[in-house]
């Protein structure tokens, strides 16, 4: 399959800091890609959907000012969380849209996530 | 109604037996469905995608969709402890479900 990397893959951080985390495509364009949210022993949260060259579409409740996402290439989308807090330690993972079939079908590969604790 | 619905477990089967999961969801308009696999800490990996009404096999996985009842599901032949994970149902749109966390115990 194809194959969509993260980094970092871990971070700590203090609280009222920024982190950023990149999600990039290795081996395919994707103009799509998608960031989720995972607390322990929870499903995954769709946050918001990256378009490249455009503004990113967030779920209701997601802070777009707090949740800050660039999509500026094809195989690179970032996030960045703002004056992060404590409660926003969670598991951040990424995927890119991965189109096939002569563009008639579609699935998404994830990355490996990133691990962001604020102390 | 939730998008796409699966029961959260756990599901517990032994060694060597058939794990059956099952998923709903509510948009009859949907084409495509995915199976993901997810280890403890780690992120999901893609598993099974199928777009047709009836069985598609994989190895050990199958599988199943029947879009009138809006119903898919995996089934995993002669289980492994390997395969102890939660499997994530999604439809495109890119909508997961809760997972169901499977367990196969030796």
């Known amino acids: 399959g194809a194959v969509v990397s993260q980094h970092p893959s871990w971070v700590i951080c203090k609280s009222g800091t920024s982190v950023k985390i990149e999600c990039r495509s290795l081996d395919f364009q994707a103009t799509t890609m998608f960031w989720y949210r995972q607390f322990p022993k929870q499903s995954l949260m769709l946050m918001a959907t990256?378009?490249?060259?455009?503004?990113?579409?967030?779920e209701q409740g997601v802070e777009k000012d707090k949740f800050l996402i660039n999509h500026a290439s094809l195989t690179l989308s970032t996030l960045t969380v703002t004056s992060a807090h404590p409660e926003d330690s969670s598991f951040y993972i990424c995927?890119?849209?991965?189109?096939f079939g002569s563009g008639s079908s579609d699935t998404q590969y994830f990355g490996p996530g990133t691990r962001l604790t604020v102390l | 109604q939730k998008e796409v619905e699966q029961n959260s477990g756990p599901l517990s089967v032994p060694e060597g037996a058939i794990a059956s999961l099952n998923c709903t969801y509510s948009?009859?308009?949907?084409?495509?469905f995915f199976w993901y696999r997810q280890y403890s800490g780690k992120s999901p990996e893609l598993i099974m995608f199928?777009?047709?009404?009836g069985d598609k096999e994989d190895g050990r996985f199958t599988a199943q969709l029947n879009k009138a009842s809006q119903y898919v599901s995996l089934l995993i032949r002669d289980s492994q402890p390997s395969d102890s994970a939660t499997y994530l149902c999604?439809?495109?749109?890119?909508?997961f479900g809760a997972g169901t966390r499977l367990t196969v115990k030796p």
């Open positions: 990256s378009n490249e060259g455009s503004k990113a579409t967030y």
């Open positions: 995927s890119a849209r991965y189109v």
């Open positions: 948009d009859r308009g949907s084409q495509s």
């Open positions: 999604a439809v495109r749109g890119m909508r």
């Open positions: 199928i777009y047709s009404n």
